[in-house]
């Protein structure tokens, strides 16, 4: 059974950066798509990035291309999300996700979720 355990998350000032680390147990992830999710209050689960396992190949939201940076460190069995130049919009609880296969943006789509680290930005 996959295991997904996110840390990482505090309360920031505007314009400081954050990395939030994943540690993922329970199977190989060979063949496995890797994503970060967030949840602000009151708002539906909304894609961040993902990246597959294997190729390493990433995708973006555009609310945060250009200052987010999905990675994986195979040895460790570990995902990360690096966030740079954080707004206040980008408060929320993040999730980090996993599923067999191919590339998708939707949260239906991931089987295996942790259990969330919340993101702060203050002004």
């Known amino acids: 059974q996959v295991q997904l355990v996110e840390s990482g998350g505090g309360s920031v000032q505007v314009g400081a950066s954050l990395r939030l680390s994943c540690a993922a147990s329970?199977?190989?992830?060979?063949?496995?798509?890797m994503g970060w999710f967030r949840q602000a209050p009151g708002k539906e689960r909304e894609f961040v990035a993902t990246i597959r396992w294997n190729s390493g190949t990433t995708s973006y939201a555009d609310s945060v291309k250009g200052r987010a940076t999905i990675s994986r460190d195979n040895a460790k069995n570990t995902v990360y999300l690096q966030i740079n130049s954080l707004k206040p919009e980008d408060t929320a609880v993040y999730y980090c996700?996993?599923?067999?296969?191919?590339?998708?943006?939707?949260?239906?789509?991931?089987?295996?979720w942790g259990q969330g680290t919340q993101v702060t930005v203050s002004s």
């Open positions: 996700a996993a599923k067999s296969g191919w590339y998708s943006a939707r949260p239906s789509d991931f089987g295996s």
């Open positions: 329970g199977r190989t992830f060979s063949g496995y798509t």
